[in-house]
Protein backbone atom coordinates (compact mmCIF):
# COMPACT_ATOMS: atom_id res chain seq x y z
CA UNK A 1 0.00 0.00 0.00
CA UNK A 2 3.07 2.62 0.77
CA UNK A 3 4.54 1.86 -2.28
CA UNK A 4 0.96 2.88 -4.22
CA UNK A 5 0.53 5.93 -2.30
CA UNK A 6 4.20 7.09 -3.22
CA UNK A 7 3.36 6.29 -6.28
CA UNK A 8 -0.04 8.27 -6.84
CA UNK A 9 2.04 11.62 -4.58
CA UNK A 10 4.00 11.47 -7.64
CA UNK A 11 1.69 11.81 -9.78
CA UNK A 12 -0.67 14.27 -8.07
CA UNK A 13 2.24 16.75 -7.95
CA UNK A 14 2.67 17.09 -11.31
CA UNK A 15 -1.13 18.70 -11.21
CA UNK A 16 -0.96 22.38 -11.55
CA UNK A 17 -4.56 21.86 -9.24
CA UNK A 18 -3.85 19.56 -6.86
CA UNK A 19 -0.51 21.13 -6.17
CA UNK A 20 -1.99 24.05 -5.28
CA UNK A 21 -3.35 23.01 -1.93
CA UNK A 22 -0.95 23.21 1.21
CA UNK A 23 -1.84 23.61 4.49
CA UNK A 24 -1.75 27.20 6.30
CA UNK A 25 -0.64 28.14 9.38
CA UNK A 26 -3.80 27.18 11.38
CA UNK A 27 -3.66 23.96 9.96
CA UNK A 28 -0.19 23.28 11.39
CA UNK A 29 -1.30 25.00 14.79
CA UNK A 30 -4.32 22.64 14.24
CA UNK A 31 -2.29 19.77 13.82
CA UNK A 32 0.17 20.05 16.43
CA UNK A 33 -2.36 20.86 19.35
CA UNK A 34 -4.69 17.49 18.30
CA UNK A 35 -1.85 15.24 17.80
CA UNK A 36 -2.25 12.68 14.08
CA UNK A 37 -3.76 10.36 15.89
CA UNK A 38 -6.89 12.69 16.64
CA UNK A 39 -6.51 13.61 12.99
CA UNK A 40 -6.27 10.07 11.42
CA UNK A 41 -9.51 9.48 13.58
CA UNK A 42 -10.86 12.56 11.79
CA UNK A 43 -10.11 11.51 8.46
CA UNK A 44 -11.47 8.01 9.23
CA UNK A 45 -14.49 9.23 9.68
CA UNK A 46 -14.97 11.97 6.82
CA UNK A 47 -13.83 9.17 4.67
CA UNK A 48 -16.62 6.66 6.43
CA UNK A 49 -19.24 9.60 6.11
CA UNK A 50 -18.72 11.59 2.90
CA UNK A 51 -16.96 9.42 0.66
CA UNK A 52 -17.74 5.43 1.14
CA UNK A 53 -21.44 5.31 1.01
CA UNK A 54 -22.63 3.46 -2.39
CA UNK A 55 -24.61 6.75 -3.16
CA UNK A 56 -23.55 10.50 -2.57
CA UNK A 57 -26.71 12.89 -2.94
CA UNK A 58 -23.91 15.38 -3.63
CA UNK A 59 -21.06 14.10 -4.77
CA UNK A 60 -18.57 16.54 -5.87
CA UNK A 61 -19.70 19.17 -2.98
CA UNK A 62 -19.07 16.89 0.18
CA UNK A 63 -15.78 18.13 0.80
CA UNK A 64 -15.10 21.91 1.80
CA UNK A 65 -11.87 23.51 0.32
CA UNK A 66 -11.38 24.99 4.02
CA UNK A 67 -11.89 24.41 7.73
CA UNK A 68 -9.81 21.34 8.48
CA UNK A 69 -6.68 20.18 7.50
CA UNK A 70 -8.26 16.73 6.34
CA UNK A 71 -10.10 18.39 4.05
CA UNK A 72 -7.21 20.11 2.44
CA UNK A 73 -5.90 17.22 2.35
CA UNK A 74 -8.83 15.49 0.43
CA UNK A 75 -8.54 18.18 -2.23
CA UNK A 76 -4.53 17.60 -2.43
CA UNK A 77 -4.71 14.12 -3.20
CA UNK A 78 -7.83 13.49 -5.16
CA UNK A 79 -10.18 11.95 -2.38
CA UNK A 80 -12.81 14.75 -2.20
CA UNK A 81 -15.19 13.29 -4.37
CA UNK A 82 -16.36 9.92 -5.89
CA UNK A 83 -15.36 11.38 -9.39
CA UNK A 84 -11.95 12.34 -7.82
CA UNK A 85 -11.35 8.67 -6.74
CA UNK A 86 -12.33 7.62 -10.00
CA UNK A 87 -9.88 9.31 -12.01
CA UNK A 88 -7.24 9.43 -9.86
CA UNK A 89 -7.51 6.34 -8.02
CA UNK A 90 -9.68 4.28 -9.85
CA UNK A 91 -12.19 3.15 -7.52
CA UNK A 92 -15.49 2.64 -9.26
CA UNK A 93 -18.81 5.20 -8.50
CA UNK A 94 -22.40 3.85 -7.17
CA UNK A 95 -20.00 0.99 -5.26
CA UNK A 96 -19.49 1.48 -1.58
CA UNK A 97 -15.75 1.49 -0.71
CA UNK A 98 -14.05 -1.72 1.02
CA UNK A 99 -12.55 -1.47 3.95
CA UNK A 100 -9.12 -1.56 2.19
CA UNK A 101 -9.93 1.34 0.21
CA UNK A 102 -10.99 3.60 2.85
CA UNK A 103 -7.57 2.66 4.94
CA UNK A 104 -5.70 3.44 1.19
CA UNK A 105 -7.54 6.65 1.09
CA UNK A 106 -7.18 8.03 4.99
CA UNK A 107 -3.20 6.63 4.81
CA UNK A 108 -2.76 8.32 1.77
CA UNK A 109 -4.39 11.71 3.56
CA UNK A 110 -2.28 11.21 6.38
CA UNK A 111 0.85 10.76 4.49
CA UNK A 112 0.35 13.71 2.77
CA UNK A 113 -0.25 15.90 5.94
CA UNK A 114 3.16 14.92 7.34
CA UNK A 115 4.30 15.69 4.39
CA UNK A 116 3.31 19.11 4.23
CA UNK A 117 4.33 19.04 8.29
CA UNK A 118 7.94 18.36 7.11
CA UNK A 119 8.00 21.75 4.39
Known sequence: ?????????IRLSKSKFRNSFHLNDKDR??????????IYKHAFEFVSKR????EILSDGKQTPT????VFIAQHATATCCRSC????HK???NVELTSYQKEYVVNLILTWIKNEMTK
Not at 85 to 88: D, F, T
Open 1 to 9: MQKDIENIL
Open 29 to 38: EYIDEKGLSV
Open 51 to 54: LAPK
Open 66 to 69: KGHP
Open 85 to 88: LYKW
Open 91 to 93: FPK
